[in-house]
T-cell receptor, first 113, second 112 residues
Framework: EADIYQTPRYLVIGTGKKITLECSQTMGHDKMYWYQQDPGMELHLIHYSYGVNSTEKGDLSSESTVSRIRTEHFPLTLESARPSHTSQYLC????????????FGPGTRLLVL | KNQVEQSPQSLIILEGKNCTLQCNYTVSPFSNLRWYKQDTGRGPVSLTIMTFSENTKSNGRYTATLDADTKQSSLHITASQLSDSASYICVVRANYGQNFVFGPGTRLSVLP
């Protein structure tokens, strides 16, 4: 069982609200990721980080931002939620290497009304 | 374009039966291929990983194969159990950057 946690697990919110999805890992991993996954579809990379003060955008264009002030913490913020943001958000962490294994959190299921 | 395709999209089998899931990819240059199991409402968990030189890898009742020439992989599940009901995701990593390419998954349902 991976030591990576996400809160909240479920969130229902109105359009236009600002929300922050939390992700924490206690494994000391340098690399962290945020993915978006719609039901029955593949994961899409939103943001990733190589370490503290490092953040990069992924393939999926998303009106979200991330920060990496501490190694263990990688929050994702939506400044103004829209119904199109309704999805599952998965956080992952890993140690760099050829056989890099990503450890995933349980996910946050977001519904924007 | 780097892509990973999986088939079938969904599969229903009876407990105790075997099954094989397929993964085809166009990711290049290839680094490794990993199979994940994702239970409903949970994050994916790694089952196996194979590099270019490895053509088979087992993890208990799960056996993955890789044909790097044809860019195909399979995941064989032996003597299925109810707990095998999940989505199985094929992920191919390119040999540069952060390029993990995820397949859409195969949804497996094991019935008693």
């Amino acid at each position: 069982e991976a030591d990576i946690y996400q809160t909240p697990r479920y969130l229902v919110i109105g359009t236009g609200k600002k929300i922050t999805l939390e992700c924490s890992q206690t494994m000391g991993h340098d690399k962290m990721y945020w993915y978006q996954q719609d039901p029955g579809m593949e994961l899409h990379l939103i943001h990733y980080s190589y370490g503290v003060n490092s953040t990069e955008k992924g393939d999926l264009s998303s009106e979200s931002t991330v920060s990496r002030i501490r190694t263990e913490h990688f929050p994702l913020t939506l400044e103004s939620a829209r119904p199109s943001h309704t999805s599952q958000y998965l956080c992952a962490s890993s140690v760099a290497g050829d056989r890099e294994t990503q450890y995933f959190g349980p996910g946050t299921r977001l519904l924007v009304l | 374009k780097n892509q990973v395709e999986q088939s079938p999209q969904s599969l229903i089998i009876l407990e105790g039966k075997n099954c094989t899931l397929q993964c085809n990819y166009t990711v290049s240059p290839f680094s490794n291929l990993r199979w994940y199991k994702q239970d409903t409402g949970r994050g994916p968990v790694s089952l196996t990983i194979m590099t270019f030189s490895e053509n088979t890898k087992s993890n208990g009742r799960y056996t993955a194969t890789l044909d790097a020439d044809t860019k195909q992989s399979s995941l064989h599940i032996t003597a299925s159990q109810l707990s095998d009901s999940a989505s199985y995701i094929c992920v191919v990593r390119a040999n540069y950057g952060q390029n993990f390419v995820f397949g859409p998954g195969t949804r497996l349902s094991v019935l008693p």
